[in-house]
């Protein structure tokens, strides 16, 4: 590890080598003593002006190196009443009065890029030095020695450990994708008011515990194992969750960071957070209607438009004035789908793209974002591909992208080949942001049949019988808005796209959409038994028990509903009231 040398805190001037012997500043760093050095790209020294004390008491040093949403953040940030500054160059660390480091997407990619800009040695002069520093998810990852994703690959080193994948042996889904209960190692001001309250993860790999880390250890988190949840030293803390996404609590978090001197408001008690909880997620429909506005619309069985002489679409209200009614009413995530992407270039789709930017400015629980991810070429003969589209998609406040007809034909020729060839947009997506970012949007419908063994798919015993007294089914997939079949069940679909990197499944049902009769549990309980992802209920819900009933009877982590919450029939805090009373844990 390459040591900094200091002058007096007071001095106006600050110099950096990575040639100086160790500072005694750095006594409180404890390294195993095995541990590798980094070779750094950069080894020069830094010098230069500190910024005068209490002249940036507003401003905020972000270091965002250009991966996944960052917009969230820095609208949190915003929100608390803070500037932004961000980094260019090394020195514009060095200079930070506090430093926020929001690490999205996959750790090698991340440190290739802290390493080519020379930018590790400066962050590590930075935190050495004990100065106001937040990291946040992948941020808290590259603090420790290395990271067994696409590795091993070294980290900045400052902690010891390895940050490897969560074991699914244990039964549990991977990634850890949802709101968790923090387990507080030792009192630390910014987690002050997290103490009865779930915090929202996601993420495929993890730091533990060890005799050698475990003074820097603030807080951990139960999935299978205790995985470190939060780190603390001095003024040094990073997160595993995202405060930015963890709703009011998560807020408090920031704030605590941002403003030291906004003063405790109760000694932390622990509450009713124990565990992973289940999710209800609000889901919006949009497109265009006839006027060309576009509007959160709702089907029955995939129909958007009423049944009247005019034959209008359905107007339920305002994409970015249901998402904010949304989050004030509780809902765990939200969802768009933009239905009309799959005609229409979604680069050219402003109104959507600018939907997500203005919720992201007052949402802070995970914006999911679907339709039309693919590759296009637009009315010149340019060419994009599905990841620039995704890419577009984060940068406007998306957290996660959900890939609905493209991850289909890709999953087709994943089993007519067994071949993965890294060039699908679920291949690529997931490469560059982690699969924890995609979502597959899975859209069957039920055939039925007599003998099971007379169709090459997945069968399942349906609990209500066909038209013609058939006792079971297979779920054809849909694309393109469920109008065309596909010669491929939901089963094979499901386990084909996690292989290729799916991080989560929404499993929707076209028979149920609209019906308000109950989810399909025949088809729920099948997938989310077939995969070891997270898997998301859709379509049918039309009251509360339905709610509990799939939570129940099957391994679905999360519930999403859309019509019965756009219609004001079951507010989204009468779902979790009642859950809550069944014994099925949800944030509240």
């Known amino acids: 590890m390459e040591a900094a040398s200091f002058t007096s805190p007071s001095s106006t001037t600050t110099s950096f080598s990575s040639h100086s012997s160790t500072s005694q500043s750095l006594r409180f760093l404890r390294y195993k003593p095995n541990a590798k050095p980094l070779n750094y790209k950069s080894s020069r020294s830094f010098s230069l002006r500190a910024s005068a004390t209490g002249a940036d008491d507003s401003v905020v040093t972000l270091l965002d190196y250009g991966a996944g949403n960052v917009r969230s953040l820095r609208n949190a940030i915003k929100h608390l009443g803070f500037d932004i500054k961000d980094v260019q160059t090394p020195e514009d660390i060095l200079k930070a009065k506090r430093l926020i480091f929001p690490g999205v997407g996959a750790f090698a990619p991340a440190m290739d890029v802290l390493n080519k800009k020379g930018m590790a040695e400066a962050l590590c002069a930075y935190i050495e030095q004990d100065r106001p520093f937040l990291g946040i998810c992948l941020g808290l ?41 923090l387990e507080i190692a030792k009192d630390t001001q910014i987690l002050d008011d997290i103490g009865n309250s779930h915090v929202y993860f996601v993420h495929s790999y993890r730091a533990m515990p060890s005799d050698e880390n475990r003074e820097w250890i603030s807080s951990t988190c139960k999935y299978g194992d205790d995985f470190i949840a939060s780190i603390q030293r001095g003024n040094v803390h990073a997160v595993q969750f995202h405060p930015e996404k963890s709703g009011d609590v998560g807020l408090s978090v920031l704030r605590r960071f941002l403003n030291p001197k906004s003063g405790r408001t109760q000694k932390l008690v622990q509450g009713n957070a124990s565990k992973l909880a289940k999710r209800v997620i609000a889901c919006l429909d949009v497109r265009t209607n006839d006027k ?35 989050y004030k009413d509780g809902a765990d995530e939200v969802s768009f789908l933009n239905i009309t992407a799959f005609r229409d270039f979604p680069l050219g789709d402003l109104p959507m793209l600018q939907v997500l930017r203005y919720a992201s400015e007052n949402v802070f629980v995970p914006l999911t974002v679907g339709g039309g991810i693919k590759d296009f070429k637009d009315a010149n003969g340019r060419y994009y591909s599905s990841l620039e589209v995704a890419s577009e998609y984060f940068r406007s406040g998306a957290d996660k992208i959900s890939i609905g007809s493209d991850a289909v034909y890709a999953a087709e020729e994943y089993l007519k080949s067994g071949v993965k060839t890294g060039k699908s947009s679920l291949e690529e997506i997931s490469r560059v942001y982690g699969n924890q970012a995609v979502v597959v949007s899975i859209d069957p419908r039920r055939v039925y049949v007599k003998d099971p063994k007379a169709v090459e798919f997945m069968t399942v015993k349906v609990r209500n019988p066909g038209p013609n007294g058939e006792e079971y089914a297979w779920y054809q997939c849909t694309v393109s808005g469920g109008r065309e079949g596909r010669p491929i069940g939901a089963y094979e679909l499901a386990k084909a796209v996690e292989e290729l990197g799916a991080g989560e499944i929404l499993l929707n049902c076209i028979d149920c959409d609209g019906q308000g009769k109950g989810f399909d549990i025949d088809l729920i309980k099948l997938i989310s038994d077939a995969v070891s992802i997270p898997v998301i209920a859709s379509s049918g819900a039309g009251a509360v028990e339905h709610f509990t009933e799939v939570f129940r009877e099957t391994n679905a982590s999360a519930a999403l509903a859309a019509g019965i919450f756009h219609r004001k029939e079951v507010p989204i805090q ?11 844990e949800v944030r509240m």
């Not at 990271?147 to 070294?154: A, F, L």
């Open 292 to 326: 060309g506005d576009l509007v959160v619309t709702k089907g029955d069985q995939y129909d958007v438009r009423e049944n009247t002489k005019e034959n209008e679409v359905r107007n339920l209200g305002k994409p970015v004035d249901l998402a904010g009614q949304y």
């Open 141 to 181: 990852q590259l603090l420790f020695e290395s990271s067994e994703e696409n590795g091993p690959v070294k980290g900045l080193g400052l902690i010891p450990g390895v940050v490897g994948r969560f074991d699914s042996s244990k039964g549990i889904r991977v990634p850890h994708i949802g709101w968790n209960a």
């Open 574 to 584: 009468a779902v979790k009231e009642h859950l809550s009373k069944e014994g099925i």
